[in-house]
């Protein structure tokens, strides 16, 4: 079958006798882990927001702001064209980048939980930086704190939320993390549109990120770590406990066996990143390391939502009307998240790429010829194209809000052993991180040299991803973490790579050949 090899949802072997139910000590865990996603949110929804702001223009842009007030003699498309005001909004993805491999270390031999903490502390640094900032060093030193907050959240939130929760609902709980930074993007929006018009009101937009990092610092000191960490670090005991409790059961003989193989076989890794690029290990490599994480900022998603007041205010939207139609958009994200956490379980992850991929393919192509019809001569767009555009962008968040946008997390925190699981998350983080970083870097010179083109680009990077999904990704949805690796064995293309090699160079062992 040209999409992969599947398994029973009841994974493998152990996997019938895995017993669990939902308890508050789980919800509590989970709740407070995926705060991690506020802070990614606030921060994607408040920056494109203040960047349209007219106070923040006349004191650290004046020239933009004045290119914005006289249109000068170009199109719309370049009113906000400059490097520097893109560098204060990607400086913060190149940060994360450089700081999500220390984050592995951590996440590695400290425990998920180190590494939310130290998250929390470098969020609420930059942050207070940013609100306090006098000049755009300040302004670039606090993204880059922002930045290293993001990497160490982004790095262990989603493999805390996978670890902790039980196969059949893993899905539905590692999209909180998808969930919280889609309510951060929503309230920084209504934050942004009731201080826009004052002379400090960027600084308070920008301030209020302390909250989410305040809050995701005190409840990350009464979380527990996850048995899975707990094991690897040879808290075997500690680990049994802590299972126990979040799944409510006794009966986690089962479970418990297959962290304790998962864990012996990662403690035999000493380079777990020179790891990953042995043959067995290529398809999470190509799959989850690499081309999911680009793929999910080549969707042209997080260009949307950095810069949706700046979108609308170009399409001849006012700034307060622009302002409230990225509100629009970023209330349809969430409600989008809440589809995708209610039925990904069910229906599997492949099915929501697939169809929400032909959805955002034809909004994008939409957009691109309306905007080449009707906009670009310096007038502003009648108000039925205005909406008509509006609908479209809406159409394209719901797509991507139930498909790439949490499957870009949730599928490749799915695929790594545990052995390479932190090294990988690493790289999942160091590719988006670039991809946003350079997505973010070129969007606004790219719309205003491609113009309605930039649309079209996208929508044909679409077409690329959902062929990648459909011939390379087996599906994930019900299988037990630690026995995602059985489904490489059933994949029309990645049954090759499972065969070991003669010897493993970490361990000097011969593995046993499967069959």
């Known amino acids: 079958m040209a999409g992969g090899g599947m398994v029973s949802d009841k994974g493998g072997a152990r996997a019938e006798l895995y017993e669990h139910k939902i308890t508050s000590y789980f919800i509590f865990a989970c709740i407070v882990a995926a705060l991690g996603g506020s802070l990614f949110g606030y921060d994607l929804g408040v920056s494109g927001g203040v960047t349209s702001m007219d106070h923040f223009l006349k004191e650290f842009f004046p020239k933009v702001y004045r290119r914005k007030q006289e249109h000068l003699k170009e199109t719309d498309y370049c009113k906000y064209d400059n490097q520097i ?236 009307a622009s302002l409230w139609s990225s509100t629009i958009t970023s209330g349809t994200l969430v409600l989008a998240t809440f589809i995708s956490m209610a039925f990904v379980d069910k229906f599997g992850r492949r099915a929501f790429f697939l169809e929400a991929g032909v959805e955002m393919i034809i909004a994008m192509i939409c957009v691109a010829v309306t905007l080449a019809l009707k906009f670009g001569q310096g007038v502003e767009l009648p108000k039925g194209i205005g909406i008509f555009l509006v609908v479209m962008i809406c159409i394209f968040v719901l797509a991507y809000g139930r498909s790439w946008g949490p499957l870009g997390w949730l599928v490749p925190s799915e695929l790594f052993p545990l052995e390479t699981r932190s090294a990988g998350q690493s790289i999942v983080v160091c590719v988006n991180m670039f991809f946003t970083a350079l997505v973010a870097q070129c969007f606004l010179v790219s719309l205003c040299h491609l113009r309605y083109g930039i649309f079209l680009v996208f929508a044909g990077l679409i077409v690329i991803m959902s062929c990648f999904i459909f011939f390379l990704l087996p599906e994930t949805k019900q299988v037990p973490i630690e026995e995602i690796h059985l489904l490489w064995q059933k994949h029309w293309l990645w049954k090759s790579y499972c065969v070991p090699e003669a010897h493993s160079e970490e361990t000097g062992m011969k593995p046993v050949q499967v069959v």
């Not at 590695?108 to 930086?129: M, Q, Y």
């Not at 060093?137 to 880059?144: F, H, P, Q, T, V």
């Not at 201080?195 to 937009?205: A, D, I, N, Q, V």
């Not at 490599?285 to 042209?300: D, E, S």
Request: charged share 15%.
């Open 85 to 320: 005001l893109t560098l204060f909004t990607s400086s913060l993805y190149f940060a994360a980048l450089v700081s999500t491999f220390l984050a592995s270390h951590v996440t590695r031999s400290k425990g998920r939980r180190a590494s939310i903490l130290c998250g929390a502390v470098s969020f609420f640094a930059g942050a207070a930086i940013n609100a306090g900032a006098q000049n755009i060093a300040m302004l670039i030193i606090g993204r880059c704190l922002l930045g290293v907050g993001i990497g160490f959240g982004n790095q262990a939130v989603p493999l805390y939320l996978s670890e902790m929760a039980p196969a059949k609902i893993r899905g539905a709980v590692n999209q909180l993390f998808q969930l919280t930074t889609c309510l951060g993007i929503f309230i920084a929006n209504f934050i942004n549109n009731a201080t826009e018009k004052h002379p400090w009101g960027w600084r308070l937009s920008l301030g209020l990120a302390t909250v989410p990092a305040t809050l995701m610092f005190v409840g990350g000191l009464f979380l527990p770590e996850t048995p899975n960490s707990l094991v690897e670090q040879g808290r075997l005991e500690e680990g049994r406990k802590v299972l126990e409790r979040v799944r409510g059961t006794k009966n986690i003989e089962a479970e418990f066996q297959d962290l304790v193989e998962a864990s012996e076989a990662a403690k035999a890794i000493k380079h777990p990143f020179r790891n990953l690029l042995e043959r067995r290990n290529r398809p999470q490599l190509i799959i989850g390391a690499l081309g999911i994480p680009a793929f999910q900022q080549l969707t042209g998603m997080n260009s949307v939502l950095f810069y949706a007041p700046v979108i609308f205010q170009s399409l001849g939207f006012g700034s307060g």
